[in-house]
């Protein structure tokens, strides 16, 4: 029979530890994803139920825990070298511009909008990259032409201005109409005022 692999005791501080690098919203997905594998495992999870949480597979949250059983947190880092930011194949650039172009309810994702923590986890998920830290996708996409906030603003702008402009065509529709008054768009005495009751 196969031995349930959960990770070691862990220490109250290391326990903070592991929530300050959940928490934290910079830094390696690579890292994060491995620290919630631990933290769900100190929490009592079990293998397979952690995997479909992170949506990885069984094989590799084993290995995080064996990892981390032997070497703790120097385990979680990535094992590349520093140096140049990783380059991007075309078909990795275009797969990252499409899906973050795309709805996360598209994907079948239980959130409206992407962030860039968001998103850079689903990109690891799915097998898109590596790893890629959320500052390396904000400029991959700034280069690739999709910036984050001004396409989410611009999007609520034009909501909120097709219903300014719904409010405003309804308004001088009302005012072309004769008013109280006998003349369209201003009531007696009052210029540029409209008399029309709404």
């Not at 094989?59 to 825990?65: A, E, K, Q, T, W």
């Not at 070298?81 to 511009?97: A, D, H, N, V, Y």
């Amino acid at each position: 029979m196969v031995q349930r692999v959960q990770v070691r005791n862990i220490t109250n501080d290391e326990g903070n530890r592991l929530l300050r690098i959940v928490r934290r919203s910079s830094g390696s997905v690579v890292t994060w994803r491995r620290a919630q594998m631990v933290l769900l495992s100190g929490q009592g999870m079990d293998a397979s139920r952690i995997a479909e949480v992170t949506f990885t597979s069984s094989d590799r949250v084993r290995d995080v825990l064996h990892n981390f059983n032997a070497d703790g947190f120097e385990s979680l880092a990535p094992k590349y070298g520093g140096g140049r930011p990783p380059k991007f194949t075309l078909p990795q650039r275009q797969e990252i511009k499409k899906t973050a172009l795309a709805r996360p309810t598209d994907h079948g994702l239980p959130f409206s909008a992407w962030s860039l923590p968001k998103l850079a986890d689903y990109l690891v998920t799915k097998g898109v990259v590596d790893d890629i830290s959320h500052e390396g996708l904000r400029l991959l996409l700034q280069q690739e032409g999709v910036s984050f906030q001004e396409d989410v603003l611009s999007l609520m702008e034009l909501g909120w201005r097709s219903a300014l402009d719904s409010m405003r065509r309804l308004r001088q529709f009302r005012c072309a109409r004769p008013c109280r008054g006998g003349r369209a768009g201003g009531g007696p005495g009052r210029a540029g005022a409209s008399a029309c009751s709404p």
